[in-house]
């Protein structure tokens, strides 16, 4: 179970569906992209496994822009392309344990922002509710201290089973991953495993 210490707790309620929230139809093997930028992790997971459903959330607009029409070319079933704050749409959009894995590729580092950084905020402990049990999370980074960060925090705070990884060389899942790999820059990766049994404070929690 989560470190039932930690103080700042997620307040779902305060949260109002994002503009034209449309609730998805969520699939029975159901996975979730936060970040996903131009997409093209997202379009090569879903063309790689279609029985794997993805909703794949970019905030950005021009981003969003270029995924979306990409992704309409490929008209792919099994992806969605969302354009929101994944925080309120996943408050929203998606019940307890209905998640399959979650992908975190290359998330904005917040070199002087602790609190933004995900696995600091109370948000995390409501995505690790939405997760089935022995669901896995996928953290990508090429900030050697973003990842020593959230691999302690994955163990001490969050109790979630972890596996470090160097991601490698030849590795080119999305945009900012191929540009740091051509620099020559290690990407490391986490692999955090929901437990069976895990509790949340959030497991009865519906929008
Ligand atoms: C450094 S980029 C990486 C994009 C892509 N995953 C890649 O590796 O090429 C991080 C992306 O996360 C998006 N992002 C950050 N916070 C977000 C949020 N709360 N909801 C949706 N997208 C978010 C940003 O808009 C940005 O496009």
């Known amino acids: 179970m989560m470190n039932p210490t930690k103080?700042?707790?997620f307040k779902p309620e305060k949260l109002f569906a994002p503009r034209n929230f449309k609730a998805p139809k969520l699939k029975s093997t159901q996975f979730?992209?936060?970040?996903?930028g131009k997409g093209m992790h997202a379009m090569k997971f879903a063309e790689a496994n279609p029985q794997k459903h993805l909703i794949a959330v970019e905030r950005t607009r021009a981003k969003f822009d270029v995924f979306a029409s990409r992704a309409k070319d490929l008209s792919l079933e099994n992806l969605s392309a969302v354009h929101a704050d994944a925080i309120p749409w996943v408050v929203h959009g998606f019940p307890p344990?209905?998640?399959?894995?979650?992908?975190?590729?290359y998330p904005n580092p917040e070199p002087k922002n602790a609190s933004q950084r995900?696995?600091?905020?109370?948000?995390?402990?409501?995505?690790?509710?939405?997760?089935k049990p022995k669901a896995t999370l996928v953290l990508a980074t090429n900030i050697k201290e973003y990842v020593d960060e959230a691999e302690v925090l994955a163990r001490k705070d969050w109790a979630l089973n972890v596996k470090r990884i160097e991601v490698s060389k030849d590795s080119a899942r999305t945009h900012f991953e191929v540009k740091y790999l051509a620099r020559g820059e290690v990407c490391y990766q986490l692999n955090l495993e929901k437990p069976a049994g895990y509790q949340t404070r959030?497991?009865?929690?519906?929008?």
């Open 32 to 36: 979730l992209e936060i970040g996903a």
């Open 118 to 131: 995900w696995l600091n905020m109370p948000f995390f402990e409501f995505l690790l509710s939405r997760m």
């Open 202 to 207: 959030f497991d009865d929690w519906f929008a």
């Open 7 to 9: 103080e700042r707790v």
């Open 97 to 105: 344990k209905s998640l399959d894995g979650v992908f975190l590729l």
